[in-house]
Protein backbone atom coordinates (compact mmCIF):
# COMPACT_ATOMS: atom_id res chain seq x y z
CA UNK A 1 0.00 0.00 0.00
CA UNK A 2 1.22 3.48 -0.78
CA UNK A 3 1.84 6.07 1.77
CA UNK A 4 -0.60 8.57 0.27
CA UNK A 5 -4.14 8.21 2.02
CA UNK A 6 -2.82 5.24 4.69
CA UNK A 7 -2.67 7.61 7.72
CA UNK A 8 -6.24 8.28 7.43
CA UNK A 9 -7.25 4.70 6.66
CA UNK A 10 -5.43 3.48 9.57
CA UNK A 11 -7.49 6.16 11.89
CA UNK A 12 -10.62 4.90 9.87
CA UNK A 13 -9.75 1.62 11.18
CA UNK A 14 -9.52 2.48 14.35
CA UNK A 15 -12.52 4.20 14.68
CA UNK A 16 -14.78 1.44 13.36
CA UNK A 17 -12.94 -1.36 16.30
CA UNK A 18 -14.21 1.09 18.58
CA UNK A 19 -17.74 1.55 17.47
CA UNK A 20 -18.33 -2.08 17.19
CA UNK A 21 -16.86 -2.47 20.90
CA UNK A 22 -13.62 -4.25 19.86
CA UNK A 23 -11.32 -1.59 21.69
CA UNK A 24 -11.95 0.36 24.39
CA UNK A 25 -9.50 3.96 25.02
CA UNK A 26 -6.31 3.34 24.16
CA UNK A 27 -5.83 -0.57 24.21
CA UNK A 28 -4.70 -1.62 20.88
CA UNK A 29 -3.04 -0.82 17.88
CA UNK A 30 -3.53 -0.76 14.28
CA UNK A 31 -0.69 -1.27 11.19
CA UNK A 32 -0.59 -1.44 7.38
CA UNK A 33 2.34 -2.70 5.15
CA UNK A 34 3.82 0.78 2.74
CA UNK A 35 6.30 0.93 0.82
CA UNK A 36 9.76 0.71 2.48
CA UNK A 37 7.94 0.31 6.01
CA UNK A 38 4.51 0.38 7.70
CA UNK A 39 2.20 2.82 9.16
CA UNK A 40 0.98 1.99 12.81
CA UNK A 41 -1.07 4.13 15.44
CA UNK A 42 0.70 6.17 17.66
CA UNK A 43 1.22 5.37 21.52
CA UNK A 44 -1.88 6.55 23.49
CA UNK A 45 -4.09 6.77 20.80
CA UNK A 46 -8.16 6.96 21.59
CA UNK A 47 -9.34 4.79 19.28
CA UNK A 48 -12.75 6.23 18.73
CA UNK A 49 -11.31 9.59 18.30
CA UNK A 50 -8.64 8.74 16.05
CA UNK A 51 -7.42 10.83 13.23
CA UNK A 52 -4.68 11.06 10.72
CA UNK A 53 -2.32 12.38 12.98
CA UNK A 54 -2.53 9.65 15.05
CA UNK A 55 -0.94 7.17 12.50
CA UNK A 56 3.32 7.77 11.88
CA UNK A 57 4.94 5.53 9.08
CA UNK A 58 7.67 3.58 10.17
CA UNK A 59 10.65 2.51 8.33
CA UNK A 60 12.15 -1.05 7.73
CA UNK A 61 14.72 0.47 10.69
CA UNK A 62 12.39 1.27 12.44
CA UNK A 63 12.28 5.33 12.33
CA UNK A 64 9.48 7.64 12.17
CA UNK A 65 9.83 9.07 8.50
CA UNK A 66 5.90 10.68 9.12
CA UNK A 67 4.32 11.97 11.82
CA UNK A 68 5.21 13.63 15.05
CA UNK A 69 4.03 11.08 17.78
CA UNK A 70 5.76 8.04 19.14
CA UNK A 71 5.01 4.86 17.79
CA UNK A 72 3.28 2.00 19.32
CA UNK A 73 4.84 0.23 22.32
CA UNK A 74 3.88 -2.94 20.55
CA UNK A 75 5.81 -2.37 17.02
CA UNK A 76 7.82 -5.28 17.26
CA UNK A 77 4.89 -7.36 17.57
CA UNK A 78 3.57 -6.05 14.28
CA UNK A 79 6.70 -6.00 12.98
CA UNK A 80 6.90 -9.95 13.49
CA UNK A 81 3.54 -10.12 11.84
CA UNK A 82 4.96 -9.25 8.68
CA UNK A 83 7.33 -11.56 8.23
CA UNK A 84 4.92 -13.14 6.32
CA UNK A 85 4.77 -11.57 3.41
CA UNK A 86 1.06 -11.85 2.27
CA UNK A 87 0.44 -9.89 5.99
CA UNK A 88 -0.77 -6.38 4.85
CA UNK A 89 -2.46 -5.28 7.69
CA UNK A 90 -2.23 -6.40 11.83
CA UNK A 91 -5.12 -5.55 14.33
CA UNK A 92 -4.06 -5.58 18.03
CA UNK A 93 -7.12 -5.15 20.53
CA UNK A 94 -8.10 -6.10 23.63
CA UNK A 95 -10.99 -7.55 23.16
CA UNK A 96 -12.82 -9.36 26.37
CA UNK A 97 -13.85 -12.21 24.82
CA UNK A 98 -10.53 -13.04 23.89
CA UNK A 99 -8.93 -11.92 27.18
CA UNK A 100 -11.38 -14.34 29.00
CA UNK A 101 -11.10 -17.25 26.55
CA UNK A 102 -7.28 -16.45 27.58
CA UNK A 103 -7.61 -17.18 31.18
CA UNK A 104 -9.39 -20.17 31.05
CA UNK A 105 -7.68 -22.38 27.93
CA UNK A 106 -4.47 -22.52 25.94
CA UNK A 107 -6.29 -22.88 22.71
CA UNK A 108 -9.34 -22.08 21.01
CA UNK A 109 -10.84 -24.95 19.49
CA UNK A 110 -12.34 -25.07 15.82
CA UNK A 111 -16.04 -24.96 16.65
CA UNK A 112 -17.54 -23.44 13.63
CA UNK A 113 -16.49 -23.84 10.17
CA UNK A 114 -15.66 -19.52 9.48
CA UNK A 115 -13.06 -20.53 11.83
CA UNK A 116 -11.11 -21.73 9.32
CA UNK A 117 -11.37 -18.01 7.82
CA UNK A 118 -8.38 -17.25 10.76
CA UNK A 119 -6.59 -20.91 10.49
CA UNK A 120 -9.05 -23.27 12.44
CA UNK A 121 -7.28 -23.67 15.63
CA UNK A 122 -5.92 -20.57 17.33
CA UNK A 123 -3.19 -20.60 19.94
CA UNK A 124 -3.45 -18.45 22.85
CA UNK A 125 0.75 -16.74 23.76
CA UNK A 126 1.80 -17.77 26.74
CA UNK A 127 1.70 -14.39 28.98
CA UNK A 128 4.96 -12.30 28.03
CA UNK A 129 4.95 -8.36 29.15
CA UNK A 130 3.65 -6.12 26.70
CA UNK A 131 6.09 -4.56 24.11
CA UNK A 132 8.80 -6.93 24.89
CA UNK A 133 10.80 -8.73 22.54
CA UNK A 134 9.37 -11.91 23.99
CA UNK A 135 5.51 -11.52 23.30
CA UNK A 136 6.72 -10.38 19.87
CA UNK A 137 8.39 -13.32 19.00
CA UNK A 138 5.55 -15.60 20.68
CA UNK A 139 3.15 -13.73 18.61
CA UNK A 140 4.74 -14.03 15.62
CA UNK A 141 5.48 -17.41 15.64
CA UNK A 142 1.51 -18.38 16.56
CA UNK A 143 0.86 -16.03 13.59
CA UNK A 144 2.82 -18.35 10.80
CA UNK A 145 0.00 -21.04 11.14
CA UNK A 146 -2.87 -18.94 11.29
CA UNK A 147 -4.51 -15.24 10.86
CA UNK A 148 -4.90 -14.78 14.87
CA UNK A 149 -3.60 -15.34 17.97
CA UNK A 150 -4.68 -14.77 21.44
CA UNK A 151 -2.46 -13.71 24.01
CA UNK A 152 -2.90 -14.55 27.83
CA UNK A 153 -3.99 -11.90 29.67
CA UNK A 154 -3.96 -9.21 27.43
CA UNK A 155 -5.74 -9.60 23.85
CA UNK A 156 -5.97 -10.74 20.35
CA UNK A 157 -4.02 -9.99 17.37
CA UNK A 158 -5.30 -10.60 13.62
CA UNK A 159 -3.82 -10.19 9.79
CA UNK A 160 -5.06 -9.66 7.02
CA UNK A 161 -4.28 -9.02 3.48
CA UNK A 162 -5.72 -5.82 3.57
CA UNK A 163 -6.58 -3.26 6.88
CA UNK A 164 -10.77 -4.17 6.10
CA UNK A 165 -9.54 -7.70 6.11
CA UNK A 166 -7.89 -7.86 9.06
CA UNK A 167 -10.46 -5.57 11.08
CA UNK A 168 -13.38 -8.43 9.82
CA UNK A 169 -10.99 -11.25 11.10
CA UNK A 170 -10.71 -9.27 14.61
CA UNK A 171 -14.49 -9.39 15.12
CA UNK A 172 -14.49 -12.91 13.73
CA UNK A 173 -12.22 -14.11 15.98
CA UNK A 174 -14.03 -12.31 19.07
CA UNK A 175 -17.16 -13.92 17.53
CA UNK A 176 -15.82 -17.41 17.61
CA UNK A 177 -14.61 -16.90 21.55
CA UNK A 178 -17.50 -15.64 22.91
CA UNK A 179 -19.60 -18.65 21.13
CA UNK A 180 -16.61 -21.13 22.76
CA UNK A 181 -17.34 -19.46 26.26
CA UNK A 182 -20.81 -19.50 26.10
CA UNK A 183 -20.76 -23.23 25.05
CA UNK A 184 -17.95 -24.27 27.82
CA UNK A 185 -20.13 -22.77 30.20
CA UNK A 186 -22.47 -25.75 30.11
CA UNK A 187 -20.13 -28.92 28.77
CA UNK A 188 -17.28 -29.20 26.88
CA UNK A 189 -17.59 -27.67 23.41
CA UNK A 190 -17.39 -30.24 20.41
CA UNK A 191 -15.01 -29.46 18.17
CA UNK A 192 -14.89 -29.82 14.23
CA UNK A 193 -12.57 -32.81 13.19
CA UNK A 194 -9.68 -32.66 11.32
CA UNK A 195 -12.17 -34.74 8.27
CA UNK A 196 -15.03 -31.97 8.79
CA UNK A 197 -12.89 -29.26 8.38
CA UNK A 198 -11.13 -30.75 4.78
CA UNK A 199 -14.91 -31.07 3.52
CA UNK A 200 -15.70 -27.32 4.45
CA UNK A 201 -13.07 -26.20 2.94
CA UNK A 202 -13.32 -28.43 -0.28
CA UNK A 203 -17.27 -27.52 -0.49
CA UNK A 204 -15.78 -23.56 -0.03
CA UNK A 205 -13.56 -24.30 -2.86
CA UNK A 206 -15.66 -25.80 -5.00
CA UNK A 207 -19.23 -23.54 -4.43
CA UNK A 208 -17.36 -20.22 -4.21
CA UNK A 209 -18.46 -20.00 -0.62
CA UNK A 210 -18.16 -16.52 0.90
CA UNK A 211 -17.30 -14.83 -2.78
CA UNK A 212 -19.67 -11.97 -3.94
CA UNK A 213 -20.97 -13.32 -7.45
CA UNK A 214 -22.11 -11.24 -10.36
CA UNK A 215 -26.01 -11.18 -11.92
Same mark, same amino acid.
Given at each position: ?38 ? !? ?16 IVDGEKR ?28 HTHAPAA ?22 ? !? ?93
Amino acid at each position: MIASGVREAVADACRSLAAQGLVKGTAGNVSVRVDGGIA !ITATGVVFAEAVADDVVIVDGEKRVVEGALAPSSELDLHRAAYADEAVGAVVHTHAPAAIALSLVSDRLPCVHYQQLALGGE !IEVVPFSVFGSAELAAATGGALAAANAAILAHHGAVTTGRDLADAVTNTALLEWACDIYLRARAVAVPAELSPEQQAAVLTAAVSTGYGQKHGA
